[in-house]
């Protein structure tokens, strides 16, 4: 075929496309069905961006506490991980659950024992797959005390009332938005709840207001207490740089504000060996918000975002002194020894503002002060990083209020009170606060 034949065969297919007839209805029903293939994919694609419902969505607006074991994971674990909470009360709660399922409780992924304004107790279990209307009515007629109603095909209600399943809508409550995400255990507890299921020694041990209901999550040696307070954002010590492998860290953003037993008990020899404790408690260092570190080789570290100069004559391992002359009322010269003038020397180091005084340094970046009896160490803080174990439990607190971290070694040394659990790596603790929330935080 030339190329006047192949023109003369396209513009035949033009005419003959331009006239109204039988092909252009032929192509009509191919049209409507690539618009519904297209619909049909589209909205595959939305269901499955859309989250999976938890059995945690269908709380009512009556709750007024729950219990939740968020994952399988929670399910397994026992009264040991539960440092501070009488786990042993949920214990016989989730084995009545356990015990209703029976073979079928290998499938729990979520349980939640909650109530409502009454004392009455109700639960909400998740399970992977689900369960035929023949399996849900026979594990109804094992049990005359409770009924299973299924809310969807893998969540269901458990109560020994007859509850109607509109009251148990998905949708996560207001009062709830504070809540962790779906790991460990979380708990909402009322106040009178809170003293049923929380230990008397650990109600001692924390500040929190015994008069506002109080959230807890429990998650991989990390146990978290707060509630729903709004304060205005502060000073944090998540900014500072901590170097590694530290014996000990205690940290407050105003002393002036905390009982003396809440901080005295950790300014000792055997927790800061070579800090000198015994000048730390001095108005003129206790009046400034301040951060303590120290390493078994006998380094310490002082941080505070106050100039930190005019406290250094409680750190000098010897004072410099001078004299001078002094009469007294009837005219008797004397000698009298008084501290000379401290000069501070200008250290050249590349973009960072360091001085030095007999053995003692100091460093000022990013508004904070950094006082060491160390060069070495001062001078390679920007390189160091929160070692791997400290940085878990500083994850997502805000603004870090209080910190106190203490490792094997000091525990060793010191006669703590078994108020939680035999720490045998490090112990931690850290009080937080952001525009929504205050909390405390305890890493083991």
């Given amino acids: 075929m030339d190329f006047l034949e192949l023109v003369k065969d396209n513009s035949a297919g033009v005419e003959q496309s331009l006239t109204p007839g ?5 192509f009509q029903p191919l049209v409507y069905l690539v618009a519904l293939i297209l ?3 589209s909205l595959a694609f939305w269901f499955s961006l859309k989250p999976s419902l938890q059995a945690f969505d269908f709380l009512p607006e009556e709750t007024s506490f729950y219990w939740q074991w968020a994952d399988p994971g929670a399910l397994k674990l026992s009264e040991a991980d539960f440092p ?11 084995v009545q659950i356990q015990d209703l399922l029976q073979e079928n409780s290998a499938l729990l992924e979520e349980v939640i024992w909650f109530k409502k304004d009454t004392e009455q107790d109700y639960f909400l279990l998740k399970i992977k797959g689900a369960l035929s209307k023949e399996e849900l009515n026979f594990l109804n007629q094992r049990t005359t005390t409770v009924k299973l ?3 969807t095909k893998q969540i269901f209600l458990v109560s020994s009332e007859s509850e109607q399943k509109d009251k148990f809508q998905a949708l996560v409550l207001e009062k709830f938005l504070l ?3 779906q790991s460990g255990v979380n708990l909402y507890l009322s106040p009178e709840m809170s003293q049923v299921l929380i230990k008397k020694s650990a109600e001692l041990s924390f500040p929190w207001s015994d008069q506002e209901s109080l959230f807890v999550h429990l998650d991989q040696n990390k146990i978290n207490f707060y509630q729903a ?7 944090s010590w998540e900014q500072a740089l901590i170097p590694k492998k530290g014996r000990a860290i205690l940290a407050f953003d105003d002393f002036q504000d905390l009982e003396p037993s809440s901080w005295q008990a950790f300014l000792t020899s055997e927790i800061f060996q070579s800090l000198p404790v015994q000048n730390l408690q001095r108005d003129e260092f206790l009046n400034q918000q301040v951060l303590l570190w120290e390493n078994e080789a006998g380094q310490y570290l002082v941080v505070s975002p106050q100039d930190l100069r005019p406290s250094v004559v409680l750190f000098l391992e010897s004072l410099p002194l001078k004299e001078e002359s002094r009469t007294l009322a009837d005219g008797t010269l004397y000698q009298e020894l008084v501290l000379a003038d401290l000069e501070w020397q200008k250290l050249a180091w590349p973009e960072q ?6 053995n003692l340094v100091l460093l000022e970046q990013d508004g904070l002060y950094y006082l060491s009896n160390s060069v070495e160490l001062l001078g390679s803080l920007g390189k160091n990083a929160v070692s791997d174990e400290i940085a878990p439990c500083l994850e997502g607190q805000k603004e870090l209020a209080q910190w106190i971290f203490l490792d094997q070694s000091v525990l060793e040394s010191l006669k703590l009170p078994e108020t939680f659990v035999e720490f045998d790596h490090f112990w931690q603790f850290m009080a937080y606060h952001d525009h929504s ?4 935080q305890f890493c083991w």
Avoid: C, M, P, R
């Fill in 149 to 151: 109603t299924a809310l």
């Fill in 353 to 358: 503002d360091a001085w030095q005084l007999a």
């Fill in 437 to 440: 929330s205050q909390g405390w």
């Fill in 84 to 94: 501070g909470l009488n786990y042993q009360i949920a214990q016989e709660k989730l």
């Fill in 39 to 41: 619909v049909v994919l």
């Fill in 229 to 235: 307070t709004k304060t205005e954002e502060n000073f």
């Fill in 22 to 26: 039988k092909e252009k209805k032929k």
């Fill in 179 to 181: 809540a962790k995400g």
